[in-house]
């Protein structure tokens, strides 16, 4: 754990304004000052960054918070990596008061080694680049394509020469074995004298993968021939991961904010060629499926998202596995829709052949989500059976089960019993969405008689402690969400973000404790729960904690799992009142 006093310190030797503005384009607003949000899509500014509280604040989205805070929420690191980033920009060691010896070096060889990897792709960029600019076969095959130099450099566009051993001229020692830890080089051969090295990429046009902090930690390779395959990744490596990463992310920063909506495709050649002709908010999968991870990535710059894919049946099934990536994230003031384009076209090639404003066109009139689960449940089907529609909503209740709590939900709750020609309340019985006043009520969010929600400390008449390493006794399911996350608030910082929105917004006290819990993570990194108990004060659901965790420290420490076996409870208990809701005004 980070010393909190270590935090306070560091804090105070760096500007919030000189953090953020390497991020935010901000200018002079009396004496803060000003720029467009980077959590949200504004073409207003109403982002302001004080230099003398050393804080920012969002008037249109509410974000808030201090230098640690803007790289945890805008670049998706966690706490402690933030720490050490404005640590280093400072020159100042970070202390670990909590590591053993053994763990200290190991997070140190750690850290050495992705800065040497960082530091050989980078070497290999340059190398590419050069290359680039000596071979006119490249340069004519970028040309054809309709790129010109000025987007070749911003994209730091290289080529790869079709040597076995090209990169043997760029790196002193070839045999180095972390140029195989980059995916630089493939070694062949069990045993050392039998190994075989040669260039991974050959004969490519390379386009550097880029974190959002801008520094290299793969390449895609682009065959120039008929070769196979015509797209080659960078493997797994410390630095790379093609699940969470996408190409072009850091290149498309600002003009996600400025546009207000991220288009993703699914070719390198399709990122730089849309920047090139105008559209520069496009990124690209890296030769995967969408993940949920991309997804959340993407909703950290903007809210409005739409995915571009051919309109043949592999497009069809790739836009099947983004919109599951995209369901749990799909929050009512949030869009996600789907672009379809005519089989014989990519987006590169549309924008060639038909314009600029008639591929914006097409982006106008991209199919919402909700539109896109009730087709792809109901693909194939005959809706004029009864067969069918029973095939419709077993298909489509694992979509809808994967939304979030919200009016988006019961709307395509409705539609879809519009659609199976069911009553709504027959449906929302059927799948169990009946009332349960007994399963998911909580001591402390009981209602009223008037179906008003009251938020009352749990009594503490009759509590017993419990044995010393025993469990507490059939807490509720956010009760238990709390608890778990009192006791090791470092398991926040392993849900998502989309998940840390939905927690904070919980109606009663929960909501307000765990936008707590994010603010004392946030200011003073991880605590346990003796230390989040003194930081407490008078806060006025303060006494309903303290009782919840009466005990806590004769527990033994919750488990990940635990954690989101707990959150599985509670979501289920939230979508029981959710349908009592929606059945009360049936």
Same mark, same amino acid.
């Given at each position: 754990?980070?010393?909190?006093?270590?935090?306070?310190?560091?804090?105070?030797?760096?500007?919030?304004?000189?953090?953020?503005?390497?991020?935010?384009?901000?200018?002079?607003?009396?004496?803060?000052?000003?720029?467009?949000?980077?959590?949200?899509?504004?073409?207003?500014?109403?982002?302001?960054?004080?230099?003398?509280?050393?804080?920012?604040?969002?008037?249109?989205?509410?974000? @808030?918070?201090?230098?640690?805070?803007?790289?945890?929420?805008?670049?998706?690191?966690?706490?402690?990596?933030?720490?050490?980033?404005?640590?280093?920009?400072?020159?100042?060691?970070?202390?670990?008061?909590?590591?053993?010896?053994?763990?200290?070096?190991?997070?140190?060889?750690?850290?050495?080694?992705?800065?040497?990897?960082?530091?050989?792709?980078?070497?290999?960029?340059?190398?590419?680049?050069?290359?680039?600019?000596?071979?006119?076969?490249?340069?004519?095959?970028?040309?054809?394509?309709?790129?010109?130099?000025?987007?070749? *450099?911003?994209?730091?566009?290289?080529?790869?020469?079709?040597?076995?051993?090209?990169?043997?001229?760029?790196?002193?020692?070839?045999?180095?074995?972390?140029?195989?830890?980059?995916?630089?080089?493939?070694?062949?051969?069990?045993?050392?004298?039998?190994?075989?090295?040669?260039?991974?990429?050959?004969?490519?046009?390379?386009?550097?993968?880029?974190?959002?902090?801008?520094?290299?930690?793969?390449?895609?390779?682009?065959?120039?021939?008929?070769?196979?395959?015509?797209?080659?990744?960078?493997?797994?490596?410390?630095?790379?991961?093609?699940?969470?990463?996408?190409?072009?992310?850091?290149?498309?920063?600002?003009?996600?904010?400025?546009?207000?909506?991220?288009?993703?495709?699914?070719?390198?050649?399709?990122?730089?060629?849309?920047?090139?002709?105008?559209?520069?908010?496009?990124?690209?999968?890296?030769?995967?499926?969408?993940?949920?991870?991309?997804?959340?990535?993407?909703?950290?710059?903007?809210?409005?998202?739409?995915?571009?894919?051919?309109?043949?049946?592999?497009?069809?099934?790739?836009?099947?596995?983004?919109?599951?990536?995209?369901?749990?994230?799909?929050?009512?003031?949030?869009?996600?829709?789907?672009?379809?384009?005519?089989?014989?076209?990519?987006?590169?090639?549309?924008?060639?052949?038909?314009?600029?404003?008639?591929?914006?066109?097409?982006?106008?009139?991209?199919?919402?989500?909700?539109?896109?689960?009730?087709?792809?449940?109901?693909?194939?089907l005959d809706l004029a059976t009864a067969e069918g529609r029973a095939a419709l909503l077993a298909r489509a209740r694992p979509?809808?089960?994967?939304?979030?709590?919200?009016?988006?939900?019961?709307?395509?709750?409705?539609?879809?019993?519009?659609?199976?020609?069911?009553?709504?309340?027959?449906?929302?019985?059927? &799948?169990?969405?009946?009332?349960?006043?007994?399963?998911?009520?909580?001591?402390?969010?009981?209602?009223?008689?008037?179906?008003?929600?009251?938020?009352?400390?749990?009594?503490?008449?009759?509590?017993?402690?419990?044995?010393?390493?025993?469990?507490?006794?059939?807490?509720?399911? &956010?009760?238990?969400?709390?608890?778990?996350?009192?006791?090791?608030?470092?398991?926040?910082?392993?849900?998502?973000?989309?998940? @840390?929105?939905?927690?904070?917004?919980?109606?009663? &006290?929960?909501?307000?404790?765990?936008?707590?819990?994010?603010?004392?993570?946030?200011? @003073?990194?991880?605590?346990?729960?003796?230390?989040?108990?003194?930081?407490?004060?008078?806060?006025?659901?303060?006494?309903?904690?303290?009782?919840?965790?009466?005990?806590?420290?004769?527990?033994?420490?919750?488990?990940?799992?635990?954690?989101?076996? *707990?959150? *599985?409870?509670?979501?289920?208990?939230?979508?029981?009142?959710?349908?009592?809701?929606?059945?009360?005004?049936?």
């Open positions: 754990m980070i010393p909190q006093g270590f935090v306070q310190d560091l804090l105070a030797r760096i500007d919030i304004a000189d953090v953020v503005g390497r991020h935010v384009e901000l200018k002079k607003a009396g004496v803060n000052l000003k720029g467009l949000c980077p959590f949200h899509g504004e073409k207003t500014p109403s982002f302001i960054v004080s230099p003398s509280r050393q804080t920012y604040h969002c008037f249109g989205c509410g974000a @808030h918070g201090d230098a640690i805070r803007f790289l945890v929420e805008h670049t998706g690191m966690s706490f402690p990596d933030a720490v050490r980033d404005l640590a280093q920009q400072a020159g100042i060691a970070v202390p670990e008061d909590d590591a053993g010896p053994a763990e200290r070096a190991r997070q140190q060889a750690e850290r050495a080694q992705r800065a040497s990897l960082a530091e050989l792709l980078a070497k290999a960029t340059a190398h590419y680049r050069a290359q680039l600019k000596a071979s006119s076969r490249a340069i004519d095959y970028l040309k054809g394509r309709g790129l010109d130099g000025r987007t070749a *450099a911003r994209f730091a566009l290289g080529y790869a020469p079709p040597g076995w051993h090209a990169l043997a001229s760029c790196f002193a020692r070839y045999d180095d074995p972390a140029l195989v830890e980059a995916g630089l080089v493939i070694v062949h051969g069990d045993e050392a004298a039998e190994h075989k090295r040669y260039d991974r990429f050959r004969d490519r046009i390379m386009f550097p993968i880029r974190s959002v902090k801008g520094e290299v930690i793969g390449f895609g390779g682009r065959v120039l021939g008929d070769g196979e395959p015509k797209y080659l990744n960078s493997p797994e490596t410390p630095l790379f991961s093609k699940g969470r990463e996408l190409y072009g992310l850091y290149e498309a920063r600002q003009a996600l904010r400025a546009r207000g909506c991220a288009l993703v495709v699914e070719g390198y050649m399709d990122v730089v060629a849309l920047a090139q002709a105008g559209l520069p908010n496009a990124v690209a999968t890296l030769g995967t499926a969408c993940t949920a991870e991309h997804v959340a990535k993407l909703f950290r710059h903007t809210d409005d998202v739409v995915f571009a894919f051919d309109g043949d049946a592999a497009g069809r099934r790739a836009a099947g596995r983004a919109m599951e990536a995209a369901l749990p994230h799909a929050a009512d003031l949030r869009r996600v829709r789907f672009l379809f384009l005519p089989p014989e076209h990519d987006p590169d090639s549309y924008v060639r052949a038909h314009g600029l404003e008639a591929f914006e066109q097409l982006i106008a009139g991209a199919v919402p989500l909700s539109r896109q689960l009730l087709g792809h449940a109901g693909e194939g979509l809808w089960e994967a939304l979030p709590d919200g009016a988006l939900r019961e709307l395509v709750l409705a539609d879809l019993a519009e659609r199976a020609r069911t009553p709504l309340p027959d449906l929302a019985a059927r &799948w169990g969405l009946h009332r349960d006043d007994a399963a998911g009520a909580s001591p402390v969010a009981r209602r009223d008689a008037r179906g008003e929600a009251r938020h009352d400390a749990p009594s503490a008449r009759g509590r017993r402690s419990p044995r010393r390493g025993a469990r507490l006794a059939a807490p509720r399911p &956010w009760d238990q969400v709390a608890r778990i996350l009192l006791q090791d608030g470092e398991l926040w910082w392993g849900l998502s973000g989309e998940r @840390h929105h939905r927690m904070v917004e919980l109606p009663g &006290w929960h909501g307000a404790l765990f936008a707590w819990i994010d603010r004392q993570l946030t200011e @003073h990194g991880a605590l346990p729960w003796p230390g989040l108990r003194a930081l407490l004060g008078d806060e006025p659901w303060a006494d309903a904690v303290r009782t919840l965790m009466d005990g806590a420290e004769v527990l033994p420490a919750a488990s990940a799992d635990e954690l989101q076996a *707990a959150l *599985a409870q509670a979501d289920a208990a939230e979508r029981r009142r959710e349908a009592d809701a929606l059945l009360g005004r049936i």
